[in-house]
């Protein structure tokens, strides 16, 4: 059940296209929430409100430093995340397969039968 | 910003565990809403609920036929959200390799002027 609660952070984390980019822009390197909320011409309390969500999800840490809050990738990762669609579109596409040598072998059977 | 938009909605639709489950139940075949509902003791109504986001994010489609709603997996794909996940950890990686071989050099330095 942890592992769930994990990936709901993870996947919800991921659902918004600003906090995506905070994530890309800090894979590059540790960034202040003012430096982060310049690109988007967002207001930092609208910004921090993000972070809060990553910071839940373990994706980022901040560190208060004096009077600014600095901000650098956390120790969560993408890997249960990949791992869940990565099994899943293995076993879809295992169907799939099994389907398309189904409608084969249907297809032959048919031929001999004619 | 399309792109965006269905990333946000694959993402949102993944965190939550019911479906992700029902993903998981559909990708070994078709099912009524009822045949989703029963293994979680869920009523048909909430059940229908999680439907339609899967729905919205095309990850699944229902079909009406008499009495009963058949799901089946949808067009919408995972390849989008596992292509940003591996992106973004290629980048992270990257920049967690060009750290260490800083390091590595930083020591190979102090080693050398010992």
Request: glycine share 8%; net charge positive; aromatic share 6%.
């Amino acid at each position: 059940m942890v592992k769930y609660s994990v990936l709901d952070r993870t996947f919800a984390a991921l659902s918004d296209p600003t906090r995506r980019e905070i994530l890309e822009r800090l894979a590059r390197g540790p960034a202040t929430i003012s430096e982060l909320a310049q690109p988007f011409g967002m207001s930092m309390p609208g910004l921090l409100k993000h972070v809060r969500v990553l910071e839940q999800a373990h994706l980022v840490t901040t560190e208060k430093q004096g009077r600014v809050r600095q901000c650098r990738l956390g120790p969560g990762q993408l890997d249960d995340a990949a791992q869940w669609i990565e099994t899943y579109r293995r076993r879809w596409e295992g169907r799939l397969d099994r389907l398309g040598s189904y409608l084969e072998r249907q297809k032959e059977r048919k031929g001999a039968s004619q």
